[in-house]
């Protein structure tokens, strides 16, 4: 079973420039989370979306941030015009959503994109 | 509101020896799942071990065993037998249908392991 899927890996951008990330989600998982990750601090959830539709993303800060998840596939987050302080890790995951059918509602995350803003 | 609170930024263990990362947790839903992960030096999140808010009994995964009381709202994470490959951040995470399955993380511990 193929994994989470995202890209870039790195990125490096200059303030106020603008940068984009795509992440492709376990096959079947209707459920896939955006994470802004500081570098020694936990994972701050962005957006929730629920197939195509979004749950929570009531931290995203909407001046900058959008994401979207068409056909409730894959999804892009964008951010523009960046800032120095988004420089961080953006993690992307996904789960079946809910503890259906045994599932525990754990997360399956990608390799993360590393952000660097100078 | 839920919460997540992990008041250990750093924790030491001998090789071979067994360690206890502290995780105390916040929600007014009755139903909620929670959640231990690990992150190596590569990056990645790894999910180790889940117990339900309803589960009669601690959960074990391998040498991982979740210590849950309900009572004092806190899930902490054994590890037993501590290997070098143990040194990692871990992130103990919650989620609650109430907040549509939304998952938050705690700040993290960094556990080393010395040889």
């Known amino acids: 079973e193929a994994g989470v899927a995202q890209s870039p890996r790195y990125k490096i951008i200059e303030k106020r420039q603008s940068v984009a990330f795509w992440c492709n989600p376990i096959?079947?998982?209707?459920?896939l989370y955006w994470y802004q990750q500081i570098l020694g601090q936990g994972p701050k959830l962005l957006i929730q979306?629920?197939?195509?539709?979004?749950?929570?993303d009531s931290q995203l800060p909407k001046d900058r941030f959008s994401a979207e998840r068409l056909k409730g596939v894959d999804s892009t987050l964008k951010i523009q015009p960046a800032k120095l302080e988004d420089s961080a890790v953006y993690l992307c995951?996904?789960?079946?959503?809910?503890?259906?059918?045994?599932?525990?509602?754990?997360?399956?995350f990608g390799e993360g994109s590393r952000l660097t803003v100078l | 509101a839920q919460k997540i609170t992990q008041t250990q930024p750093g924790m030491f263990v001998q090789e071979k020896e067994a360690v206890t990362l502290d995780c105390t947790y916040d929600?007014?839903?009755?139903?909620?799942?929670l959640f231990w992960y690990k992150q190596p030096s590569s990056g990645e999140m790894i999910f180790l071990i889940y117990?339900?808010?309803?589960?009669?009994q601690n959960a074990t995964e391998g040498r991982y065993s979740l210590n849950f009381q309900k009572a004092r709202k806190s899930a902490n994470l054994v590890i037993s037998a501590s290997q070098l490959g143990d040194s990692a951040m871990y992130f103990c995470?919650?989620?609650?249908?109430?907040?549509?399955?939304?998952?938050?993380f705690g700040a993290g511990t960094r556990l080393f392991v010395k040889a």
């Open positions: 979306f629920q197939n195509n539709g979004v749950v929570d």
């Open positions: 117990q339900g808010s309803y589960d009669q």
């Open positions: 995470a919650m989620s609650a249908p109430a907040g549509g399955f939304k998952t938050i």
């Open positions: 929600t007014s839903d009755p139903s909620y799942g």
């Open positions: 995951a996904s789960s079946f959503g809910g503890r259906v059918g045994g599932n525990t509602g754990e997360l399956f």
């Open positions: 096959s079947g998982h209707a459920t």
